[in-house]
């Protein structure tokens, strides 16, 4: 429950900061660019030389790209139909196909499957929505994060040059050396700095009221990720003939509130970030209530 915690007094205190007008107005963008830089790559390079997988447990290595491509599609519909600007839409591609399965999910399936569940949270965090992370989200960033569209050339240059993605790459060739104690730990001590500072960052930003025309994209974000992914996820399993408990923790894990760092990667790049900020930060909130109502189902 500590991760509970710690989420609600970072975002609060953010809230708090915001009204008491003591941070520059540019502090959100700093503290984002922080994350991008630092923390994120930081968390990438620990977590990945860790890696591994039981081929038995495919439906955690496939669901997450599965919620992965049914939250594009179900953007993209809301993106034509209600022909919202190229910022919301990239916002909304960020923060509804990805969900926070490691730092919230995580601690969501012990306090409601118990501990001997965890380990397939892991499996459906690490092999989807951290790799999602890092090549899908860095290819949305690149993508919408000019002004205008841009060529296919300029879109794998940002990608190749995403920080994040250098990461990646980084820790599948040296993934032994980052394997070392000493390296590893102060990896993980700088990479746990990142769901504090972002959530920090959303709860100076988070409004209670949004932009003039972020109502409707805000709804429907967070419709798809809380409501609809996980009964998507269900009726995938079903399909499958699947009643196992790695399959009842995919879909509990496709339920999950938008991912914090998904949320840090759209800010930074200074994609709607009021919009960012309220799916992020009300998302959380939410799932507490959404995530039980879950687990009832399953």
Known sequence: ?????LILVCLAAGMAFQRLTVFPDDTPLSLNLYVIWIALP?????????????????????MPWLMTGFGVAVVLVGSRLFRWPRDVTGVLLLTVPLGNTSFLGIPMIEAFFGTEMVSY?????????????????SFVLALYSGQERQSAR???????LFPPFIALLAALVFSKFL???VVADSLGLIGAS??????????????IRLAPGQTLPFCWGLAAKLLAAPFVALFICQLLGLDSP???IAVFE???????????????AGLAPRLTAALVGWGVLLSFVSLYVLSLFL
């Open 121 to 137: 949270g892991i499996i459906y965090d690490q092999f989807g929505s951290f790799m999602a992370l890092a090549t899908y989200g």
């Open 1 to 5: 429950m500590e991760n509970f915690i």
């Open 254 to 268: 496709a339920g999950m509130p938008s991912m914090v760092t998904a949320g840090a990667m759209a800010m930074s």
């Open 194 to 207: 990142l769901v504090p500072v972002v959530m920090f960052a959303i709860g100076l930003q988070l409004k």
């Open 179 to 181: 394997l070392q104690p």
């Open 42 to 62: 930081a968390l990438i390079l620990r977590q990945v030389p860790m890696l591994s997988f039981s081929s038995d447990l495919y439906i955690l290595l496939l």
């Open 154 to 160: 300029a879109v794998v240059k940002r990608i190749l």
């Open 246 to 248: 790695a399959s009842r």
